[in-house]
């Protein structure tokens, strides 16, 4: 969605997300957080709010994995699907796609 929901200019992408982050306030990190939910709509209508979750995360633990859940907008979908073809890639950089885990929880929740 580069473009369109958010700059695909780089440049234009890291000011943007820093000026969300700033206004979000000093992090009040958690150590314990397991899962977070923030609106995933264009950055001018909820970047702010998004960055004010994410500050939550404690930026100096590692997670092994982390799992990005949202709704389609395209087309409807009974139950969930599972992206497993590749990597992201987003105006700042590859987000790594585990291909191997996205691929056992098809395998393992596939409907007949």
């Known amino acids: 969605m580069a473009g369109s929901f958010y700059?695909?200019?780089p440049g234009q992408l890291k000011s943007q997300l820093e000026k969300y982050f700033l206004a979000a306030g000093?992090?009040?990190v958690?150590?314990?957080i397991a899962a977070i939910i923030v609106p995933h709509a264009?950055?001018?209508f909820s970047g702010e709010v998004a960055a004010s979750g994410f500050v939550q995360l404690d930026p100096d633990r590692e997670y092994k994995h982390i799992f990005v859940i949202g709704?389609?907008?395209y087309v409807y979908l009974k139950g969930a699907s599972v992206y497993n073809l590749g990597n992201?890639?987003?105006?700042l950089g590859i987000v790594e796609v585990d291909t191997?885990?996205?691929s056992k929880l098809i395998r393992k929740n596939a409907r007949i």
């Open 88 to 91: 992201f890639s987003t105006p």
């Open 26 to 28: 000093n992090p009040k």
């Open 71 to 73: 709704t389609s907008h």
């Open 30 to 32: 958690k150590s314990n």
């Open 7 to 9: 700059p695909s200019d």
């Open 100 to 102: 191997d885990l996205a």
């Open 42 to 44: 264009g950055y001018v």
